[in-house]
C-alpha cells in the first residue's frame, strides 16, 4: 500500500521560505513511473497545482509561482521536497503531496498540512 | 480565473441523477490530455474518482461516471446519496501553460 506523508512548519513568518517534505512509502520516487507532485488548497479557495518532480530530477512548475518554487527528490530517503520563497499571507494554504501519473491522474495523496503564514 | 471551468454548485435529491460539467479548451481536454476527477470531504485526502476520462478505480461505486467529448468533460452521479455530499474537482494538463491545471471546483448539495 503506497502512502505519502507531509511533513514541516505548520507556521512561517512573512518574507521567509515555506519547506515541507513528502515521504513515501509503498513505493520508490526512483521508479520512473510517477510525477511526484505538490497542491495547496488556500481557505475557502480551490486545489491549486504548485509543481511536479520526475524521478530523473526534471521539474515542471506552476507559472504563477515558477519564480518563487523549487521541487527536489532525495532518492536515497525516498521523499521529495518543497521550498517556497518569500511567503505572504495568501501563501496560507493546506499543503498536499500526491503521486501522478498524466494517464492515471493522482491516485495517491497525502493528508495534507496546514501551513499559516503570520509573523 | 481556472483554465477548466465547472458550476460553482450543483443540488439533487437523494436517489436522482447530478451532472458536474468541466469546460476547457484547444490546449488541453480538446487536444487530448486526459480529464481525472476528485472527491473532496472536509477533513479527508483529496479521492480520485474518476481517471483516465472515464475509468474507475477500484472502490469507487458505478454511480460515478466520466465522459468527455471534445474540450468538455462531465462527471455524472446517480442514484445521489448524502454521502455524495462533496466538492468535486475536474483535472487535466494543458500544453500552452505546461501545468497540470484543475477545475474551480464545484460543491454538490444532496437536498
Known amino acids: 500500500q503506497v502512502q505519502l506523508q507531509e511533513s514541516g512548519p505548520g507556521l512561517v513568518k512573512p518574507s521567509e521560505t515555506l519547506s515541507l517534505t513528502c515521504s513515501v512509502s509503498g513505493d520508490s520516487v526512483s521508479s520512473g513511473s510517477y510525477y511526484w507532485s505538490w497542491i495547496r488548497q488556500p481557505p475557502g479557495k480551490g486545489l491549486e497545482w504548485i509543481g511536479y518532480?520526475?524521478?530523473?530530477?526534471?521539474?515542471n512548475y506552476n507559472p504563477s509561482l515558477k519564480s518563487r518554487v523549487t521541487i527536489s527528490v532525495d532518492t536515497s530517503k525516498n521523499h521529495f521536497s518543497l521550498k517556497l520563497s518569500s511567503v505572504t499571507a495568501a501563501d496560507t494554504a493546506v499543503y498536499s503531496c500526491?503521486?501522478?501519473?498524466?494517464?492515471?491522474?493522482?491516485?495517491?495523496w497525502g493528508q495534507g498540512t496546514t501551513v499559516t503564514v503570520s509573523s | 480565473q481556472s483554465v477548466l471551468t465547472q458550476p460553482p454548485s450543483v443540488s439533487g435529491a437523494p436517489g436522482q441523477r447530478v451532472t458536474i460539467s468541466c469546460t476547457g479548451s484547444s490546449s488541453n481536454i480538446g487536444a487530448g490530455y486526459h480529464v481525472h476527477w476528485y472527491q473532496l470531504l472536509p477533513g479527508t485526502a483529496p479521492k480520485l474518482l474518476i481517471y483516465g476520462d472515464s475509468s474507475r478505480p477500484s472502490g469507487v461505486p458505478d454511480r460515478f461516471f466520466g465522459t468527455k467529448s471534445g474540450a468538455s468533460a462531465s462527471l455524472a452521479i446517480t442514484g445521489l446519496q448524502a454521502e455524495d455530499e462533496a466538492d468535486y474537482y475536474c483535472q487535466s494538463y494543458d500544453s500552452s501553460l505546461s501545468a497540470v491545471v484543475f477545475g474551480g471546483g464545484t460543491k454538490l448539495t444532496v437536498l
Open positions: 500526491a503521486r501522478w501519473h498524466p494517464r492515471d491522474g493522482m491516485d495517491v
Open positions: 518532480i520526475y524521478y530523473s530530477g526534471s521539474t
